[in-house]
Every structure is written in structure tokens, then in C-alpha cells.
């Protein structure tokens, strides 16, 4: 059975700009979480999903935004990158209000 | 954010040593997470605990769930090579959200 599955793995982006990250669920996982990750930090939870409804949100501003889809995949949009923006997103997946499997993450970089 | 406060920071031991790790919040949660990550790896979830008290075992690693639902620790008994990493604890709290210590890294001596 697949993991949890992040796209892209790796992006660089240029400050101002937008940019969408994708991730698809372990099969039968209806609750996807978002979080972000800075070189030598834990993760910092952005946002969680379950059957297409936010459940969670972290602090962060409103240009983080995120949604669920019918086949419960979900996108991860930033607005008008900063370079603090920088960091390795994962993206979490479990059956019910959680999100404990881990994908490999997308490391974005911000330049 | 928020970010639990894990202890300690680094740790060098010889293969074959026991291994011990804590975290703490000012929080209550109703879910503690133990997890490792490798470089440029997402994390991997090691041992979950839902109840106050509870003490799950996987393998050489043994996890509680602290009586005050504020704190947790995990061991490794008889470390090995491959137990290096960074390992961090994850607390959901009633609102359901998480939230990661600050890491423990472990290196170890063969």
C-alpha cells in the first residue's frame, strides 16, 4: 500500500510569488494536517482536515490556506512567499481526527 | 506556536546503552506521540498513547503517558546503530491540535 505521498519534493520559488503542495492520503485515511518544518526545529502544525472540513488551525497568517478533496487528497496554498517561508511542509494523514503517518515532505525554498 | 519542552537536546551513548527522553507541557493532552526522522525524511510515528498512565511497549522502545497528562517519556533499551535520529514527542491537545517538542538527538558510538 502507498505511503502518504507529497508533491513536489523539492521547490524554489522567488519572494511574492504563490505556490500549491499536494498530498494524497494513505488509502481509506479520511484526515489530512498540514505542518511546517524549519531546518533544526520540530514541526509546527498549520492546519488539519477530516471529511472535507478545517478541524484545526494553527498560527499562522491568512496567507496559509488549505483545502480537502472529495477523494480526500488535499492542497497546501501559500501566499506572497517570504523568505522565512522556507522550510520542509509535511503533510499527515489518518483514518479519523489526527494525522499520525507522515509523508517525506515538500522543502521549499524561498529566494 | 507552541512547542513542548523535551529533554535532553543531544545524546551521545555508547551502542548497547539504554536510552531515556522526556518531554513536557503546560498543557493537558489527550494524546501523547513519540516519532523519529531522519534526515530529509518525514517523521515516522514509533508509539502512540491515548489514556493517562498508559505504558506501551514497541520492541526496545517503551513509551508512558504521564498521571498529570502533561509530560511522557520514551527509552530505548540496547541501542543500536540504526536508532540515530532525531526523535520528538507530539501531544494533541482537547482542541485537536498538535503540538512537537523540540527534539532529541541521538547520536550513537559503535
Known amino acids: 500500500d502507498a505511503g502518504v505521498t507529497q508533491s513536489p519534493t523539492h521547490l524554489i520559488k522567488t519572494r511574492g510569488q504563490h505556490v500549491t503542495l499536494r498530498c494524497s492520503p494513505i488509502?481509506?485515511?479520511?484526515?489530512v494536517s498540514w505542518y511546517q518544518q524549519v531546518l533544526g526545529q520540530g514541526p509546527q502544525f498549520i492546519f488539519q482536515?477530516?471529511?472535507?472540513?478545517?478541524?484545526g488551525r494553527g498560527n499562522f497568517p491568512d496567507r496559509f490556506s488549505a483545502r480537502q478533496f472529495p477523494n480526500y487528497s488535499s492542497e497546501l496554498n501559500v501566499n506572497a512567499l517570504l523568505l522565512g517561508d522556507s522550510a520542509l511542509y509535511l503533510c499527515?494523514?489518518?483514518?479519523?481526527?489526527?494525522?499520525?503517518?507522515f509523508g517525506s515532505g515538500t522543502r521549499l525554498t524561498v529566494v | 506556536g507552541q512547542q513542548l519542552n523535551q529533554s535532553p537536546q543531544s545524546m551521545f551513548i555508547q551502542e548497547g546503552e539504554d536510552v531515556s527522553m522526556n518531554c513536557t507541557s503546560s498543557s493537558i493532552f489527550n494524546t501523547w506521540l513519540w516519532y523519529k526522522q531522519d534526515p530529509g525524511e518525514g517523521p515516522v510515528l514509533l508509539i502512540a498513547?491515548?489514556?493517562?498512565?498508559e505504558l506501551t511497549s514497541n520492541g526496545r522502545l517503551t513509551a508512558q503517558f504521564g498521571i498529570t497528562r502533561k509530560d511522557s517519556f520514551l527509552n530505548i533499551s540496547a541501542s543500536i546503530p540504526s536508532d540515530v535520529g532525531i526523535y520528538f514527542c507530539?501531544?494533541?491537545?482537547?482542541?485537536?491540535?498538535?503540538?512537537f517538542g523540540t527534539g532529541t538527538s541521538l547520536t550513537v558510538i559503535p
Open positions: 482536515y477530516y471529511e472535507k472540513e478545517e478541524r
Open positions: 499527515a494523514s489518518s483514518w479519523s481526527i489526527g494525522g499520525y503517518t
Open positions: 498513547l491515548y489514556k493517562a498512565g
Open positions: 507530539a501531544g494533541q491537545d482537547t482542541g485537536n491540535q498538535f503540538y
Open positions: 488509502s481509506g485515511h479520511k484526515s
